[in-house]
């Protein structure tokens, strides 16, 4: 699978925009982007995923770029409940049922009033 | 609501001691896994299971042992624990049509301490 680079850390306003980046420039055509958090003392959470084209659910955005070697998760509006590590992961769809989901470090988000 | 269902929250054992963790799902789910997640490491997998009876080991299956006697229930087993194991295990579940939707549903975790 693909390696992704996400930053450490950032901080959002309470109600603004949070945008996380995550690169994956090695990406391969039939890998899928998928992104999930983890809020302290839980399991982690699926968020959404995403080919090439841009998909929104009721938790997030994602934009991937054209060429597909970095993507943005967008919370359109954050709140104090968002603060938690967020993992960009990158893999192959119909992988079988392994089901291997390579987490990374993630980016610690941590939302402020 | 879906739900995966970790037996216990805080586990302290002994070294040497035969710990068992068990996870239970309510969703009808084929596929399970158990993960450890360590500081500085992320998450990584320990064992998996597609079937009732079936398993598969992942990146760190040693000192490890599965048991999937019945579709819902997934339990852990280290046989002699050491002071290396102690860390946060989680529990996660998929249906067989996972490789579409992207969805893992995982517990809370069971944070280990050995002594």
Redesign the interface.
């Known amino acids: 699978d693909a390696k992704t680079t996400q930053p450490t850390s950032m901080d959002c306003a309470e109600g603004r925009a949070a945008n996380l980046p995550c690169n994956h420039s090695t990406i391969s055509g039939n890998e ?1 982007v ?1 992104w ?1 958090r983890q809020i302290h ?6 968020i959404i ?1 995403g080919l090439k084209n841009n998909e929104t659910n009721e938790m997030a955005s994602l934009i991937i770029t054209e060429d597909r070697k970095s993507s943005t998760l967008i919370l359109p509006h954050a709140t104090l409940r968002d603060t938690a590590v967020y ?1 960009c992961i990158v ?1 192959l ?14 980016t610690k988000l941590s939302v402020k009033p | 609501d879906v739900k ?1 269902t970790q037996s216990s929250r805080y586990l302290v054992k002994r070294t040497g001691e035969k710990v068992f963790l068990e996870c239970v799902q309510d969703m009808d789910h ?2 399970m ?1 158990w ?1 450890r997640q360590d500081p ?1 490491l ?2 990584r ?1 320990i064992y ?1 299971s ?1 079937d009732v009876k079936m398993k ?1 080991k ?2 760190i299956p040693e000192g490890y042992s599965v048991s999937r006697e019945k579709k819902e229930r997934f339990s852990l087993i280290l046989e002699s624990a050491s002071t290396n194991q102690t860390s946060m295990y ?3 579940s ?1 249906s ?1 049509r ?3 939707t ?8 069971s944070r280990l301490t050995v002594l």
């Open positions: 899928y998928y999930y003392s839980q399991g982690p959470q699926y995923h993992y893999r769809e119909g992988y079988g049922s392994q089901g291997n989901l390579i987490f990374g470090k993630g | 995966v084929e596929n896994f993960y500085g992320g998450l997998l998996f597609y598969e992942g990146d989680l529990c996660a998929s067989r996972w490789e579409n992207g969805e893992l549903f995982f517990g809370e975790g």
